[in-house]
C-alpha cells in the first residue's frame, strides 16, 4: 500500500499542527501520528509561552535570559531570530481567538517561571496551555489535511542520490504502508520514555532522531537533557508534572521538617535554573530525604492551577494539606536533530522541528517555556519555505516486499532500559557509570539491524531507544565537563578553556561499517 504527499509530518504536536495549519490548501498535507493526535507531549503542557511583551520586558532581556540559563551553549543567530518574533506569534493566535488567560482589562495576563528576569508567560486555561493551543490548531485545519493516527514510522526512504522521499510505517495489525512525499517533516519529539521518571507522554522515545540518524543524518546535543525539578511522586512512581509557575506563584522546596533546600544555593532560590534545582532535589532524595512543594502560601491553587489539581486528586493526594511530594524526571532535550532556522537537516527533503530538532536555541538547557515558543516559529517558518516551493513528484521510488530475517535481534524489556539509562546516564553522571551503560548498550547491536519490516511495534521501539540512548551514552561520555543539563560528578563545573561553543555531532556514515559512528567536535557557529 502506498499514498503520494506533497508534505508528509511524523508527529502531532504544537509545531507539526502550526506547520499543518498554515500551509497552501492547494498543497496535499498528511499528518501520521503513533498514537492518537491528542496524546502528543505538547497537548500535556501546562506552563505556557515565553515572550517580551510587559511594559518593562524586552526582546534583548528576554534573549539575555535564554543564553544564561542555556550555559552560553547556545547558537546566538537562532536565539535572537525567535525571541524577536515571539510577540508577533502571540500576536496572532490571541487575535484569532481566546487561547490566552487575559485580565478583566482584556491583556494577557503574564506569569514568572524560573530564570526569567521579567514577568512574561503567557497562559491559556490556568495550567493547560498546550491544550488549547493544539485545540485552536486542530480547529485550523484545512481540507486538505489528512491525519493518520496510530501508524507507526519507522524509516525513511531513500533516493539514489540519497534525498528523502517518504517514509516506510506499519499499522497496528501489521501492514507495511510507503508513504511517499516531497517534504518529509520529522516533529515526532524528544526522548522522555528513556528515563525510569519523566513528564513525558508514553509514546516519546526519541523514534524520529533514530530514524534520522539511521538515515545519516546529523544528531547534536545529545547530552544535554533537561530533568523537570518537580514530578508529583507517590510511592517511587512519578504522576505527572508540577509546573514552575507553582514555584513562579510562591511555593517553595521544603523537606519533611520544613526546611527550605534552595536557600543559600543559588540566587533565585526556588526558581533557579532547572539543572540547579533538580540537582539539588536529587541529592536530598538520595541521602533518602524527602521532598516537597509547599503551596500554603498560594491563595485559590485549585482555581489557578486545575490541571495539577486533578493530578493530585486523582492520585490521592489532599491538597489541603498544602505539601506535594516531588521528584525530578526527563524533561525536554536539547539536543536532537541539526536543522537550519527553515528546519533543513543534513538530508534533501528532509526536514525537522520542534523537540525533535536542534536549532541551537537552547543551548545546554532551556529556559522555562521556550519550548512552545521554538515549535510555534518553527512550524511558521516551514511553512513558508514550503508554500513558496514548488511541489514535484517523487521520482525513484523504492517499494519491496517485507525483509523476513533468519533471526532477530534480542532486546531488552523497556523498563531495563529505563531504569539503566535513569541510574547510570540520568542527573548525575561519571564515567564509570557511562562506560558501563555503553558496554551495556553496545551488547544489543542494534545497529547491525538493516531492516525493521519484521519486528512488531514494541520491538521497533525498543530498537530506537537503545539508538537514542547510544547516543545520549556517548556524548555524556565524550564532553569532560558539566554544563545546563549535562552534569558529571568527576567533571563538575564547567570547561570554557575546551568546550564552549563546541558541539557533539554523530554521523553514522552509510560508507563506513553499519555500526560505525563518527563523532566529530565542531565549533557552534
Known amino acids: 500500500m502506498m499514498t503520494n504527499n506533497d508534505v508528509l509530518i511524523l508527529g502531532s504536536g504544537i509545531a507539526a499542527l502550526q506547520l499543518a495549519s498554515l500551509l497552501n490548501k492547494d498543497l496535499n498535507v498528511r499528518i501520521l501520528t503513533k498514537g492518537k493526535v491528542r496524546t502528543a507531549n505538547s497537548y500535556l503542557a501546562q506552563g505556557g509561552i515565553a515572550a517580551a511583551i510587559g511594559e518593562h520586558d524586552h526582546p534583548a532581556k528576554h534573549i539575555a535570559d535564554t543564553l544564561e540559563a542555556g550555559s552560553y551553549h547556545n547558537h546566538q543567530g537562532a536565539v535572537e531570530q525567535i525571541i524577536h518574533a515571539a510577540p508577533g506569534l502571540i500576536k496572532f493566535i490571541s487575535e484569532q481567538e481566546s487561547v490566552f488567560d487575559k485580565n478583566p482589562n482584556g491583556e494577557l495576563l503574564l506569569g514568572m517561571e524560573g530564570a526569567h528576569s521579567e514577568k512574561r508567560i503567557v497562559h491559556g486555561g490556568g495550567d493547560a496551555t498546550g491544550k488549547n493551543v493544539v485545540e485552536f490548531l486542530i480547529s485550523r485545519l484545512k481540507d486538505n489535511v489528512t491525519i493518520d493516527e496510530d501508524v507507526f514510522a519507522y524509516e525513511l526512504l531513500m533516493d539514489s542520490k540519497n534525498r528523502c522521499i517518504g517514509v ?4 497496528q495489525d501489521g501492514t507495511i504502508k510507503y ?3 516531497t517534504n518529509t517533516i520529522l516533529a515526532t519529539g524528544g526522548c522522555g520514555q528513556l528515563f525510569t521518571y519523566t513528564s513525558n507522554a508514553p509514546t516519546v522515545n526519541g523514534d524520529g ?3 534520522a540518524y539511521r538515515a545519516g543524518a546529523e544528531i547534536v546535543d545529545m547530552e544535554f537533557i533537561q530533568f523537570h525539578p518537580t514530578l508529583l511522586y507517590l510511592n517511587g512512581e512519578t504522576k505527572g508534572l508540577i509546573s514552575e509557575a507553582v514555584r513562579g506563584e510562591g511555593a517553595i522546596l521544603v523537606t519533611d521538617d520544613g526546611s527550605p533546600i534552595m ?4 540566587p533565585l532560590k526556588d526558581l533557579a535554573p532547572r539543572h540547579v534545582v533538580s540537582q539539588k532535589i536529587y541529592e536530598y532524595l538520595n541521602n533518602g530525604c ?3 512543594l509547599d503551596i500554603s502560601n498560594i491563595e485559590n491553587f485549585k482555581e489557578r492551577f486545575p490541571s495539577i489539581t486533578s493530578i493530585c486528586e486523582e492520585n490521592g493526594l ?8 516531588v521528584a525530578p524526571g526527563s524533561h525536554f532535550l536539547m539536543g536532537g536533530v541539526k536543522t537550519d532556522l527553515t528546519g533543513r537537516t543534513s538530508i534533501n527533503g528532509l526536514y525537522a522541528i520542534g523537540e525533535a530538532a536542534c536549532t541551537g536555541l537552547h543551548g545546554a538547557n532551556r529556559l522555562a517555556s521556550n519550548s512552545l515558543l521554538e515549535g510555534l516559529y518553527m512550524g511558521e517558518k516551514l511553512s513558508t519555505w514550503l508554500n513558496e516551493s514548488a511541489s514535484e513528484e517523487v521520482h525513484g521510488k523504492v517499494h519491496t516486499a517485507p525483509f523476513i530475517p533468519k533471526e532477530k535481534v534480542i532486546l531488552p524489556d523497556i523498563q531495563q532500559i529505563k531504569d539503566c539509562m535513569m541510574e547510570r546516564v540520568g542527573i548525575v553522571r561519571v564515567a564509570v557509570n557511562l562506560q558501563k551503560q555503553k558496554a551495556w548498550l553496545n551488547r544489543f547491536n542494534v545497529l547491525q539491524i538493516d531492516n525493521l519490516d519484521a519486528y512488531s511495534f514494541e520491538e521497533m521501539t525498543k530498537i530506537f531507544m537503545l539508538i537514542t540512548a547510544n547516543l545520549i551514552t556517548e556524548s555524556a561520555l565524550k564532553r569532560t565537563e558539566s554544563r545546563g543539563g549535562h552534569y558529571r560528578s568527576d567533571y563538575p563545573v564547567e570547561d570554557n578553556l575546551h568546550w564552549l561553543n563546541r558541539t557533539i555531532t554523530h554521523t553514522n556514515s552509510q560508507e563506513m561499517e553499519r555500526n560505525h559512528e ?3 567536535t565542531a565549533l557552534a557557529t
Open 168 to 171: 516506510k510505517a506499519k499499522e
Open 179 to 181: 508513504y511517499y512525499s
Open 209 to 211: 532522531i533514530a530514524m
Open 263 to 266: 536557600e543559600g544555593v543559588h
Open 290 to 292: 524527602n521532598v516537597y
Open 318 to 325: 489532599q491538597l489541603s494539606e498544602g505539601r506535594i511530594p
Open 518 to 520: 563518527h563523532i566529530e
